[in-house]
């Protein structure tokens, strides 16, 4: 719980690790279930209500790279204006 908590840059302390580890264990036995669970194919569900990429019209987009630095700014390492990870492929 630790290394996932590490991973996702979050500090907490053994006895918090301890307590979340058991809700982990409950989370993914859920999460276990609802794969087991059979899918219903929805495809055609909503071409027969009518409803089909539904969007809204971009009224007042704000400026571009408005947010950027702030993004960058939070990242632990960037290139240039890009988010700088590791290779996984």
Known sequence: MLNLAKLARIE??????????????????????????ATVEHSNNLENVGVLNVTREDINPHETGLYTEKILGQAPAREGNYLKVKKIL
């Open 12 to 37: 907490i302390g053994d006895k918090e690790a301890e307590s979340l580890s058991h809700e982990f264990d409950a989370i993914l036995g859920y999460v276990g279930e609802v794969k087991g669970v």
